[in-house]
């Protein structure tokens, strides 16, 4: 097994999947919002 050092390993596949994630849940909740407002309006 190969020694261990801290910074040196390969984390862009990690970076990539973490973005694609927030970015979800950014759009996610930005229609929720919008869907709520559109209920709002229309039973208001």
């Not at 190969?2 to 229609?31: D, S």
Request: glycine residues 10%.
């Amino acid at each position: 097994m190969a020694e261990y050092k801290h910074g040196e390993m390969n984390i862009e596949t990690q970076e990539k999947t973490f973005a694609g994630f927030v970015n979800i849940v950014i759009y996610t909740a930005a229609g929720i919002i919008v869907l709520l407002l559109f209920m709002a309006a229309v039973n208001g």
